[in-house]
């Protein structure tokens, strides 16, 4: 029963931070130097989902170190169920990585929950139906054309609104 090193919602940020990187170098990537016929456009489909897993190794000859899970299974539904270039995730992460609680309300930082600073924008996508688990209410991260995350520091949080 050991304490985690970071929240759900660090660790969603970590991820979505990860993807976005990965997204921005295909866009980045230089194709004239493979002398193709014509540049590809290769956009990245990407799901996350922060939560537990199982993880271990498998196999005695050529051992794989793998995860297992519910949080492993929505997230490749939410990866075969986004869009090209977007990266798509449950309501439950989109939360953590806006610092709302499971109603969708404003969290205050405590000890068990620091807030992320600076949050992540993202915006609603809508409810889809999701293998296994029936219908889903689904977010797509918020990215500048050049695919870096919108975010928005705690202690500005609701200045533009004024």
């Known amino acids: 029963n050991e304490e985690e090193a970071f929240t759900k919602g660090q660790n969603a940020r970590t991820m979505t931070k990860f993807a976005a990187a990965m997204m921005r170098s295909l866009q980045e990537m230089d194709y004239e130097k493979f ?21 271990g190794v498998v196999g005695a000859q050529k051992p794989l170190y793998d995860i297992w899970g519910d949080t492993v299974n929505i997230a490749a539904r ?20 806006m ?6 309300n404003e969290i205050e930082e405590t ?12 915006n609603y996508r809508g409810d889809i139906k999701v293998k296994g688990k029936g219908i889903m209410t689904t977010y797509y991260v918020d990215l500048t054309e050049d695919n870096y995350l919108v975010e928005n520091n705690v202690d500005r949080k609701y ?4």
Do not use: Q
């Open 35 to 55: 002398e193709l016929k014509s540049v590809p456009d290769f956009k990245l489909r990407i799901g996350i989902c922060a939560g537990k897993v199982i993880a």
């Open 111 to 122: 000890g068990e929950h620091p807030l992320l600073d600076p949050w992540i924008n993202c």
């Open 99 to 104: 610092n709302l609680d499971n109603e969708g």
């Open 78 to 97: 939410m990866d075969y169920t986004g869009d090209k270039g977007k990266i798509h995730i449950p309501k439950a992460t989109a939360h953590e990585l």
């Open 159 to 162: 200045s533009d609104a004024e």
